[in-house]
């Protein structure tokens, strides 16, 4: 019998016709003869209402959160009330929502009389909106007659105590799945999980970082060996650009892992940038799909690279980003500089998206995204104070106002003059292209331009795509 993982984003679980519509694509496929494991996110929306509330607790705003709890509480009540008949079960899930939405309220009120909330208490908080979602389907599903059973992700995905970008301890979480998760399956249940979530060892929940639900689905999928991951989203499949940039965007059939992995890391919407490393190893297909549109096919995610027609296959962009410069020439040939400058950005919080260096040495640039510049500048000043008190560097320069634009291709290896094409173009639409950097991989090319040319350059090279398959504007 064959196992599939699949994955619902928050706004295939938005509203109560969207759950309906989500209860009608497992139970088909359970119907089919095929095991389902469910992962889900929160409600649309409860994730943000969740991370309000806890940070107006700490502003001493005791209204906020009980109107928040309320609002949860009658947004998940109409799906029970419109999908679950009247009965004990009814009322004991109604009891265990209300439960769940006090204890909400309580850390809330914990919260309010400390005056801070520490990463570890909002990780508390925002668990609450998978573990409401989760309830619900499974009720839901049961009002089917699938046998479901909803799970908090926590008894089975082990993490570090890194709460709001937590990491899974693997041996942990596949101890775990096999000695719990595995039995439920046999026994014919369908586990419902909570997206998102995971558990320190003393079962402090945690999360895994925004939209680090699809990154769940990629660790439930290849802890349990499935035979394929679906996650289930409201737009077709992986796009060829923003179709907000260029309505001309296209739904792509095929991608490798390499090619979303860099789609995900550099700005596309549609899966979250660590999604395929649980799966890359076991060589798990992924597939993207509409639950709005089950017609479409969606896009397939595999591990090989395959011909095509299109040598640039997608183009796309981060916004809100900085870039900082470390100057001088007392830099030449002296060992260590970009090591410890990468270190001091990581402890200051930056996540590095971008790095190009001069082969003079005399300079290195890197980009974070802006919330963290100014931080990782003083941090990387205050490591490399000695060498700018000699004047061996200059000092860090921040320049702010900047985007990412990334190209995307496997077929860009081996394939001649993709890369003098791509600024060809820049210099033709008048774009500025103020760093570059490519991976060994070949699989990409991105640089730094002007905010003001992002869309622009995204369109102007998104013509590159297209007009490799002959459309054209």
Request: hydrophobic share 45%; proline share 4%; net charge negative.
């Amino acid at each position: 019998m064959s196992t599939v993982t699949m994955k619902f984003g928050g706004t295939s679980v938005g509203s109560p016709e969207a759950i309906a519509t989500v209860a009608d694509i497992i139970s088909s496929e359970i119907d089919n003869g095929t095991r389902v494991i469910v992962v889900l996110s929160a409600m649309s929306g409860v994730t943000d209402a969740l991370y309000n509330s806890v940070r107006e607790a700490a502003k001493g705003n005791r209204w906020a959160y009980l109107s928040c709890s309320q609002k949860l509480r009658d947004r998940h009540e109409e799906v029970i009330n419109l999908l679950v008949r009247p009965s004990k079960a009814r009322d004991a899930l109604m009891a265990d929502i209300d439960n769940l939405l006090k204890q909400h309220v309580e850390l809330c009120e914990a919260v309010n009389i400390l005056g801070e909330a520490t990463p570890r208490i909002i990780d508390a908080v925002l668990s609450f909106g998978e573990r409401l979602s989760t309830r619900v389907v499974a009720a839901v599903l049961r009002e089917r007659g699938v046998q479901a059973q909803a799970f908090d992700a926590g008894e089975f995905v082990i993490t570090d105590d890194r709460y709001g970008s937590a990491n899974p301890q693997w041996q942990e979480t596949q101890a775990r799945v096999n000695g719990s998760l595995r039995p439920v399956l046999e026994r014919g249940v369908t586990p419902v999980l909570t997206g998102f979530l995971g558990a320190t060892r003393d079962r402090h929940p945690t999360t895994l970082g925004r939209g680090g639900s699809d990154f769940s689905g990629a660790i439930f999928a290849a802890a349990t060996d499935s035979d394929e991951l679906i996650i289930w989203t409201d737009v077709d499949g992986v796009m060829t650009t923003d179709p907000r940039i260029d309505p001309r965007a296209r739904v792509l059939p095929y991608v490798s892992y390499t090619e979303v992995g860099e789609l995900a890391f550099y700005g596309a919407k549609v899966l979250h940038p660590k999604t395929v490393q649980p799966i890359l190893a076991r060589g798990i297909p992924l597939r993207v799909r509409n639950t709005f549109n089950r017609e479409a096919p969606g896009t397939l995610i595999g591990p090989n690279s395959e011909q095509s027609s299109m040598v640039i296959k997608a183009v796309t962009s981060v916004r809100n980003v900085s870039l900082l410069t470390v100057s001088g020439k007392g830099m030449i040939g002296v060992p260590g500089i970009a090591g410890r400058t990468f270190l001091a950005a990581a402890n200051a919080g930056a996540n590095i998206l971008m790095i190009s260096q001069a082969s003079s040495e005399q300079n290195f640039c890197f980009v974070v995204i802006d919330d963290h510049a100014h931080e990782a500048k003083a941090a990387i000043e205050n490591e490399l104070s000695s060498e700018i008190a000699r004047q061996d560097v200059d000092g860090v320069d921040v320049l702010s106002g900047v985007a990412i634009v990334t190209t995307v291709g496997a077929g860009m290896r081996g394939t001649p003059g993709v890369a003098g094409r791509v600024f060809t173009t820049m210099g033709n639409h008048g774009i500025n292209v103020i760093a570059i950097a490519q991976g060994a991989s070949e699989c990409s090319i991105s640089f730094v331009v002007e905010e003001r040319d992002l869309e622009a350059a995204v369109i102007a090279l998104h013509d590159l795509a297209l007009e490799s398959v002959g459309v054209t504007a």
